[in-house]
């Protein structure tokens, strides 16, 4: 079968009559040449629309440099979790054998869902919902990945509110987590340089009762159900980053590309300063030796491929709808693979070079306390809000070793809370095409309302509220989501379109194995990850303090109210389609711009001809016959 395009003009013999359209300009016609098994030719033309990826996305806004698209994708995907997570899984499952599962992963799975959501957004050039136009049923994932974007937000600038409040107690003589001798320290606060108190397990250090009583106030709550008022201290913290966001965002790509030139680089130069420091430090070696030793047998638990998979699945970003925003204002012809491959890369060596840094100042502390690695090694908030500040606090010079690392944590953090708004931001004005005109309007909209809901994230018992979303917001429901987006693209656009899209853009189709992972290992990876995310599932929990029946009750529709949107929109979708029901289910899975197919009967990605599949051709890119039995031996992935 031949593909070609030619002006209506010289085909207007053989055109059958179209609706008029309501674009002006010129219209293309699609020649197909169809070899039946009696040798006999017959041609049949239809008017078809212009490609979305030329005349109707030429006014689309652009990158200003390739350099901002991959420092924002590189901001995003390498968060406070590269610092937090990696390296205690790594040093908690084996330590350098952890990294066998973990790359395992990354390459069945991390890299292809990577590529594919980058391939995805440029070639559509909308967000996350308007994507789903070459598969209009599954549109509900996109609405789904938004949410779960929005939900995250809720949270995830109240850490930065937290780093910042830090920072301006750092720029002070003595840090104030150095000793006990503060209004809100208990009778149970030792003293930084007391060893001896440590074991005990009624005593606490200064710098837990800082984060706990002095920044967080947690005291005066008794519980989720005993929330209490904003702290006006975080609530103001609070409002700089907002702020921030809004300005970084309120312009798009234009804004926010500047912004990540600061936001992404200035981690990597704190943290070689920071590990240039640490190894100075005695027992340094030792906390980097633990992070790296080697304990294949490890990798016969179960557990520990598990804690590979998860960080692979939340590490990249993928699912949030932020890397389809960012490549949507792409230039058409950009390599998303060599992209693909560079971020997904740099990503995972941050994670790994983060290591060191962590666990050389874990050394030190091990050492100085006369305790077991085992006992100062942690990870989420505690590492960074109270083991890492409680070792800076000890070395000389500590209000300005303290200074640069919360500007690490601000900028960790600011870069992905961007990634984080801009995916909703793209998402609703692509679908709702009138906010276009009111960007600045709708930006400061999704900020202000994602300031009110963090407002109850600040108050005394505003971690409880901070833990219940962490737990809930993006965990399965992310998993779903990304799980149902590649059912969407390999199994109902297929895969075979999909990497003649991707040549459309770069040149060359994506190689075997890239197709063999959309069609059938990431798909399988993630099914395994959603049951074993359920199978596993463990109620929220803060310290000692267990969330009553009512928060978790909560806590699940916060996550089944994201996931609902699949089926709740396919649903409207499939009743608001005319005709019958074979009519209905072919128009929900065809692209948008080829609907003028299912009025002639057929249903392209479906059809066959004496039982053979039948595929279409570009005569532009295919002039040999060698690459014709190439791309007829793609069909099935």
Not at 126 to 133: I, N, Q, R
Not at 142 to 147: A, E, K, P, S, Y
Not at 442 to 453: A, D, R
Request: charged share 15%.
């Amino acid at each position: 079968m031949i593909k070609g395009r030619l002006p209506v003009g010289q085909m207007s013999s053989v055109v059958a009559p179209a609706k008029q359209s309501d674009t002006m300009g010129p219209k293309e016609v699609e020649l197909i040449l169809v070899k039946e098994q009696n040798g006999v030719q017959f041609t049949s033309s239809t008017l078809i629309n212009q490609p979305e990826t030329n005349a109707d996305n030429e006014e689309r806004e652009t990158w200003a440099k390739k350099i901002d698209f991959l420092l924002s994708v590189i901001g995003f995907a390498v968060d406070l979790a590269n610092v937090w997570r990696f390296p205690y899984l790594c040093y908690k499952n084996g330590g350098g054998a952890f990294l066998v599962p973990y790359l395992f992963f990354m390459l069945i799975a991390g890299m292809p869902l990577f590529y594919m959501e980058l391939a995805l957004g440029q070639y559509n050039r909308e967000g996350a919902a308007g994507v789903w136009k070459i598969c209009p049923i599954f549109k509900g994932v996109g609405f789904t990945v938004i949410l779960i974007s929005l939900y995250v937000g809720f949270y995830y600038n109240v850490i930065i509110s937290w780093a910042l409040f830090y920072l301006f107690s750092s720029f002070t003589g003595n840090l104030p987590w150095e000793h006990c001798n503060n209004t809100w320290n208990s009778l149970n606060c030792s003293d930084l340089f007391n060893s001896s108190n440590l074991n005990e397990t009624q005593r606490t250090t200064p710098a837990a009762e800082y984060f706990e009583r002095g920044v967080l106030h947690l005291h005066e709550s008794q519980g989720i159900n005993d929330l209490g008022l904003p702290r006006w201290q975080l609530t103001s913290c609070l409002v700089v980053v907002i702020v921030v966001l809004y300005f970084s965002l309120w312009k798009g790509v234009k804004t926010s590309g500047k912004v990540v030139w600061i936001t992404a680089t200035m981690p990597y130069m704190v943290l070689t300063v920071l590990l240039l420091r640490g190894v100075t430090l005695p027992g340094a070696i030792d906390g980097i030796k633990a992070y790296l030793s080697v304990d294949f047998l490890r990798l016969c638990e179960a557990s520990v491929w598990i804690d590979a998979a998860t960080q692979i699945c939340f590490s990249l970003g993928v699912g949030f709808g932020v890397l389809i925003a960012f490549s949507s204002y792409n230039k058409f012809s950009n390599n998303c693979y060599r992209d693909a491959i560079i971020t997904s890369s740099i990503n995972s060596l941050t994670s790994f070079f983060s290591g060191f840094v962590i666990f050389s100042f874990l050394g030190y502390m091990s050492q100085k306390h006369k305790v077991a690695l085992e006992e100062v090694a942690t990870d989420g908030p505690g590492l960074v809000f109270i083991i890492y500040p409680e070792a800076i606090a000890t070395l000389p010079g500590s209000s300005v070793w303290a200074v640069i690392f919360f500007i690490m944590l601000l900028t960790l953090g600011i870069d992905s809370a961007m990634g984080g708004m801009e995916s909703v931001i793209t998402g609703l004005i692509d679908e709702f095409k009138f906010l276009h005109k009111h960007r600045e309007l709708f930006t400061l909209f999704i900020v202000l309302s994602t300031f009110l809901i963090s407002l109850f994230c600040v108050t005394n018992g505003g971690i409880y509220v901070f833990t219940l979303l962490d737990h809930f917001a993006a965990g399965t429901s992310i998993l779903f989501g990304v799980l149902i987006e590649a059912i969407g693209i390999a199994w109902f656009y297929g895969v075979a379109r999909f990497s003649d899209d991707i040549e459309e853009m770069i040149g060359h189709r994506p190689g075997l194995y890239w197709r063999l992972c959309w069609k059938f290992v990431s798909p399988c990876f993630l099914l395994f990850m959603v049951v074993v995310s359920f199978a596993t599932f463990k109620p929220p929990y803060y310290g000692t303090y267990v969330f009553p029946v009512w928060a978790n009750m909560i806590g699940w529709c916060i996550a089944i109210s994201s996931m609902a949107l699949v089926p709740i929109y396919a649903i409207y979708k499939f009743g608001s389609l005319p005709g019958t029901f074979r009519d209905k289910l072919a128009y929900a899975i065809t692209p948008e711009k080829e609907h003028h197919l299912v009025e002639n009967g057929e249903v392209r990605q479906f059809t066959n001809i004496d039982g053979k599949h039948r595929h279409v051709l570009k005569t532009e890119k295919s002039t040999d016959s060698t690459e014709s039995l190439q791309r007829q031996n793609d069909l099935l992935f």
